[in-house]
């Protein structure tokens, strides 16, 4: 199938990445072993694409979810889903997901949900929670890079300045989708709005000086 098919190539290529010393690839990236989570990968194809119920055991109980996506974050794949009890959507780390099985009872995919989930950042997406809007400055310095690696789905350029700074826009539900990226382009990136993610950036930021300080 295609799910186990993409599982033995991705794990193929990223032990070839990895391993072979003499290889004319090389790569700083951190996957983690798709040995360890291949064989789920035709369970979970099969049930969203048909839409069925999904069960497995994480964290001391059995869950019953309806999937939607499986996703890639920051090389860690994860499961991104409806849980049944409490009709909350959930992302579940597939290495930590025991018993996976397929429920014979199909469910009725929510297409608004769906479309969301693919404004997805990374892992500290939230499904739940009605995104808002981000605009950060950005420095001529990374321009290229914040071009041709966009930080969202929802990128967009709204202004551009004759010195070369210019403005992105993007959706995120989460401060912490975005923090991470903010911080590893300073001092080259300016949070403009909203002004809570501002004060939780110099927050961050003070925090940060003052341990630097106390060495």
Request: with cysteine; proline share 4%.
């Amino acid at each position: 199938s295609l799910g186990s098919s993409f599982a033995q190539r991705s794990e193929g290529l990223l032990n070839k990445l990895s391993t072979s010393h003499s290889s004319a690839f090389y790569t700083r990236l951190a996957f983690e072993d798709m040995g360890l989570i291949a064989g789920m990968f035709d369970c979970l194809e099969k049930a969203i694409h048909e839409s069925r119920l999904v069960q497995f055991f994480h964290k001391q109980q059995y869950r019953l979810v309806k999937p939607y996506r499986v996703v890639s974050f920051d090389g860690y794949w994860y499961l991104l889903c409806e849980e049944v009890i409490d009709g909350k959507i959930k992302t579940f780390h597939l290495a930590r997901m025991k018993e996976v099985s397929l429920h014979e009872e199909h469910f009725e995919k929510d297409l608004f949900l769906a479309q969301r989930l693919d404004k997805a950042i990374n892992a500290w997406f939230n499904p739940n929670i009605e995104p808002y809007e981000v605009i950060l400055e950005i420095d001529e310095a990374i321009k290229r890079y914040m071009l041709d690696h966009p930080i969202a789905p929802t990128q967009r350029i709204i202004q551009e300045l004759p010195n070369g700074l210019f403005y992105l826009s993007l959706e995120i539900t989460n401060e912490k989708e975005i923090l991470s990226t903010i911080f590893k382009w300073m001092p080259h990136i300016r949070v403009i709005a909203p002004k809570a993610l501002q004060e939780r950036v110099i927050e961050h930021t003070k925090a940060f000086l003052e341990k630097q300080i106390m060495l």
